[in-house]
């Protein structure tokens, strides 16, 4: 039976030692995460990269407890250190968003054998994949990626189950982006009334004379965006 790892994967060209001699993991590209602090800080390549990671190294932190496992493609990273753990200033969890999504470990010349398994287990519907980076992945319904660990997992296993030969490499993997959300006052509320109400159903300024543009490649996302802005008419 293939062991699972409960780590979350990263790609390995993600994790590299600076030039100052840290390990760290890349989740843009003007910032890097310390392995054994958890701590934020601006990157620049030019200046900052020191050298890929290498076995030996990825040994010592598998030692450290932050490395679960790696082989030539992936690093399976424990969850980081907790933010003020080690008094160092970090980014504040709110001010970072992940999302999931399914790495196959395949090439993306084999996306087509994947978009045509998925339609013969009738979860084409539900799950879509993708080729990211040259290897394919499978996202949810009209491509969105999973908003949850739980949603993701639930999604290998389902897979897994029903094609165990075709997915015994699957895992769950994600990215991680900055939350540029705004806090602003909430405006004050005011009780609508009845003839506001019935206004507001046939009120069309906003969409009146109108266009909408859709520069899209992939014919799920041009189905899915049609059937939104028709809903806005």
């Known amino acids: 039976m293939k062991k699972r790892f409960t780590g979350s994967p990263v790609s390995r060209y993600q994790v590299f030692t600076t030039s100052d001699g840290t ?3 890349q989740w843009e590209p003007n910032y890097v995460q310390e392995l054994l602090s958890g701590r934020y800080r601006a990157y620049e390549h030019k200046t900052d990269f020191g050298h890929p990671i290498s076995d030996y190294e990825l ?11 790696f ?20 980014l504040e969890k709110s001010s970072r968003v992940r999302t999931y999504y399914l790495s196959t470990t395949l090439p993306g010349n084999h996306l087509p054998e994947i978009q ?10 539900e799950l879509l994949a993708r080729n990211r980076n040259d290897f394919v992945v499978i996202l949810g319904k009209n491509g969105a990626a999973f908003r949850s660990l739980g949603e993701a997992e639930r999604a290998q296993v389902a897979l897994q189950e029903r094609a165990p030969e075709a997915f015994k490499n699957l895992t769950v993997a994600f990215t991680e982006t900055k939350n540029n959300t705004s806090h602003q006052s909430p405006m004050p509320l005011t009780e ?15 969409t009146e004379d109108r266009q909408v543009v859709l520069a899209v490649t992939e014919q799920d996302e041009q189905e899915a965006l049609v059937e939104l802005l028709e809903k806005l008419k």
């Not at 045509?116 to 519907?125: R, T």
């Not at 609508?192 to 906003?206: F, K, N, R, V, Y």
């Open 71 to 90: 082989n030539r493609r992936y690093v399976w990273l424990y969850a980081l250190p907790e933010r003020g753990r080690f008094k160092v200033k970090t």
């Open 59 to 69: 040994k010592q932190l598998k030692a450290a407890g932050r490395v679960e496992h």
């Open 192 to 206: 609508p009334t009845l003839d506001d109400l019935i206004a507001s159903q046939e009120d069309t300024s906003c």
């Open 23 to 25: 390990f760290v993991v």
């Open 116 to 125: 045509a398994l998925l339609k013969e287990l009738e979860l084409d519907q």
